[in-house]
C-alpha cells in the first residue's frame, strides 16, 4: 500500500544523533564555513528575486562565488566533524535496517509523487507507507548543515568535494523526511505548497542531480 491512514510518530520523539561534543563541533564547522563569504550575490530585479526564491540552486550558484579557502585548521575540524557524522549515520542504518541506496530511493519515490500532484489531487492523499519506517531517526540541527557539506565546502575545498556531497546527501534526505513528519503534513499536495518546501527541494534536486522542482512554475 501506497499510503496509510495511521497516526503519525510524536512530534516531541527524538531520532539518532551525534553526542552533543560532536553536536557543538558541527555548528562551530557550519558556523566557520559560513563565514567564509567575502559578500552575497545581489539580484538586478525583482524577477531574480522571484526565481531565486523558487529555485535556491540558482540562488546558491551565486553565493558560492564569493567563497575564500578554508585554513587547515578548519579542515581538520571539518575531517572530525564528518567522522562524527559517519559513527551516526552507521548507527541509523543498522537501527532502520536499511541501506544508503535504500533511504535515497524511498526519497525519490516520494518526489515523484510529489511531481505528479495536482489542484485536483489526481493521486491519492494520505501518508506515503515508505517513508514511515525511516524518517525521525538521523538528527539535522538545521539546513545550515545542508548548506556547508552541499555547497560551501565543495566550492572552497574542491579537493574533498565527493566526500562533502556525500555527507550532505545524507542530511539531506533526513531533514526532509524528518521535517514531512514533524509538519504533519497531508500528503502530497500540503507539502507541495508550502511556502518553506522550494529551499528544501532544491537542495534535494542539487544533491542528488534530478533537474527541476516539483514547484517549479510551468
Known amino acids: 500500500m501506497l499510503f496509510s491512514d495511521r497516526p503519525l510518530r510524536s512530534r516531541q520523539e527524538k531520532g539518532i544523533g551525534m553526542k552533543d561534543a560532536d553536536m557543538k563541533l558541527m555548528d562551530e564547522v557550519v558556523a566557520a564555513v559560513k563565514s567564509l563569504h567575502r559578500g552575497q550575490p545581489k539580484a538586478v530585479s ?19 562565488k564569493h567563497l575564500q579557502p578554508p585554513s587547515d585548521e578548519l579542515l581538520q575540524k571539518v575531517t572530525d566533524a564528518i567522522s562524527a557524522w559517519n559513527n551516526s549515520e552507521s548507527e541509523y542504518l543498522a537501527s532502520v535496517k536499511k541501506t544508503r541506496e535504500q533511504i535515497y530511493e524511498a526519497l525519490h519515490s516520494f518526489h515523484d509523487l510529489l511531481g505528479k500532484a495536482t489542484k485536483s489531487a489526481d493521486v491519492e492523499r494520505g501518508t506515503p507507507e515508505y517513508l514511515k519506517d525511516i524518517t525521525l531517526f538521523l538528527y539535522v540541527q538545521n539546513i545550515e548543515w545542508i548548506n556547508a557539506f552541499l555547497w560551501e565546502l565543495p566550492h572552497a575545498h574542491p579537493a574533498n568535494s565527493k566526500k562533502y556531497r556525500e555527507v550532505a546527501k545524507m ?37 542528488f542531480d534530478r533537474g527541476s522542482p516539483a514547484t517549479e512554475k510551468k
Open 171 to 207: 542530511m539531506v534526505a533526513t531533514f526532509l523526511m524528518r521535517n514531512i513528519w514533524k509538519k504533519e503534513y497531508i500528503f502530497p499536495l500540503d507539502l507541495k505548497t508550502h511556502p518553506d518546501f522550494p529551499h528544501i527541494e532544491s537542495q534535494y534536486l542539487y544533491a
Open 46 to 64: 525583482k524577477e531574480q528575486v522571484e526565481e531565486w526564491r523558487q529555485n535556491h540552486i540558482l540562488y546558491w550558484r551565486e553565493k558560492v
